[in-house]
Nanobody, 124 residues
Framework: QVQLVESGGGLVQAGGSLRLSCAAS????????MGWFRQAPGKEREFVTY????????YYADSVKGRFTISRDNAKKTVYLQMNSLKPEDTAVYYC?????????????????WGQGTQVTVSS
């Protein structure tokens, strides 16, 4: 069983930055790919970014490429999401999730454990 706890969300003006953290407990953290997803009101949960277990490979949604950076510290069992140049359309609840086995990193159904989410609000 893996437990995930996100933190770092908040209210920020457009153009600002936030850094989200996702702390894991249980399981073998370095074995898991980790993803960040987000869900805006009235919309489906969508892929934001993904990082492999050793941190060597990352993927980003086109909407955040060049602005967001995912990273991880396996010693601390934590994955981070640095968000720069934030836009009002980035407003959402952000979730981290653990991908234990195969399947595309892009789809929510390939993730086995989820955090409770952290709210990010970007004002214009």
């Amino acid at each position: 069983q893996v437990q995930l706890v996100e933190s770092g969300g908040g209210l920020v003006q457009a153009g600002g930055s936030l850094r989200l953290s996702c702390a894991a407990s249980g399981g073998t953290f370095s074995s898991y790919g980790m993803g960040w997803f987000r869900q805006a009101p009235g919309k489906e949960r969508e892929f934001v970014t993904y990082i492999t277990g050793n941190g060597g490979i990352t993927y980003y949604a086109d909407s955040v490429k060049g602005r967001f950076t995912i990273s991880r510290d396996n010693a601390k069992k934590t994955v981070y999401l640095q968000m720069n140049s934030l836009k009002p359309e980035d407003t959402a609840v952000y979730y981290c999730a653990t991908r234990v086995s195969g399947g595309s990193y892009y789809y929510t159904y390939n993730y086995h454990y989820w955090g409770q989410g952290t709210q990010v609000t970007v004002s214009s």
